[in-house]
């Protein structure tokens, strides 16, 4: 009887240990994905404001402006697209890493 409480207790404190590995796992890779975020539209706002200052400076023509905007435009979108990835493959990272006690987290799905 002492042993199926034990191992029940167990087995309950197994259940909260991966439940909370689940929850660091998604903060982190939510905070890996919304920094991403944060980097990336920083790059493009930068990268608009120097397309916008060469234009005005008379360093570049009026017709080179609108293909540079795409260009920032598209490698930013391409920067968005792949976030959801980085945060995943971070999540799945965070649930395989080695636990406190030694043993190997085994993450199933």
């Keep these: 009887m002492a042993r199926k409480q034990a ?64 260009t920032a435009s598209t490698e930013h979108l391409d920067e968005l697209t792949a976030l959801p990835n980085v945060a995943v493959r971070h999540f799945n990272r965070e649930l395989a890493a080695v636990s406190p006690a030694g043993k190997k987290i085994e993450h199933r799905g």
């Design 7 to 70: 191992t029940q207790a167990g087995t309950g404190r197994d259940v909260l240990l991966q439940l909370a590995r689940i929850q660091l796992a998604s903060i982190t890779a939510a905070s890996k994905f919304f920094a991403g975020w944060a980097t990336s539209a920083d790059r493009y706002v930068q990268a608009v404001s120097a397309e916008l200052r060469a234009r005005i400076q008379g360093e570049t023509e009026s017709t080179e402006l609108g293909a540079h905007l795409a």
